[in-house]
């Protein structure tokens, strides 16, 4: 198994977090990682994406040009990173952030409207967690206790009690993502 993974928003939606957990949680599980973050100068409102693989074999380079899963969470990245999914990749947008919705016939193409959900659960912090729990509903490439001991070594010690939190949006995530 091996998943090359691209998320971009914009920064302050959790993008390089969500991107950390994942690498941590692979970690967690004895898998190959690569995490390469991209950011502009401005930490809110610019653009940012992460560069994730996940392996069970060695991986050569992280550097990417083409990827098997693109969660975009604004247009831009939408369309920016529609054009860069291998045939038969998997297009995961959240619903809030995208005008114009996917064109590529040759992707699988999933909705998840994670920002409505955060605000149900009346938390904007955690809808990169929501998002994260569609994306491995989809492509179940890391166990959900991979993602807990990976907040655990991620989140300091003052907010490990956010953990369930985190853990109950990951779960809300996979039940409301839909295939378009």
């Not at 999933?110 to 009346?122: F, L, N, S, V």
Request: proline share 6%.
């Amino acid at each position: 198994m091996k998943k090359e993974i691209i998320i971009s928003g914009f920064g302050g939606q959790g993008v390089l977090s969500m991107g950390k957990i994942l690498a941590y949680s692979g970690l967690m599980e004895d898998k190959e990682v690569t995490w390469m973050p991209a950011y502009g100068p401005e930490q809110r409102g610019g653009t940012a994406n992460v560069t994730v693989i996940v392996s069970d074999d060695k991986i050569s380079s992280p550097i990417l040009s083409t990827y098997d899963v693109a969660i975009v969470l604004n247009q831009p990245s939408l369309e920016k990173f529609e054009p860069k999914l291998k045939p038969g990749g998997i297009l995961i947008y959240d619903g809030y952030g995208i005008i114009n919705p996917p064109t590529r016939k040759d992707i699988t193409v999933y909705r998840i409207d994670a920002m409505d959900k955060a605000a149900e659960m009346k938390n904007a912090k955690i809808f990169n967690m929501i998002v994260l729990g569609g994306f491995l509903k989809v492509c179940p490439i890391i166990s959900n206790d991979g993602i807990e001991k990976a907040l655990k070594k991620t989140l300091p010690e003052r907010h490990h009690g956010l953990i369930p939190l985190n853990m109950q949006a990951l779960e809300e995530g996979g039940k409301i993502i839909k295939q378009m």
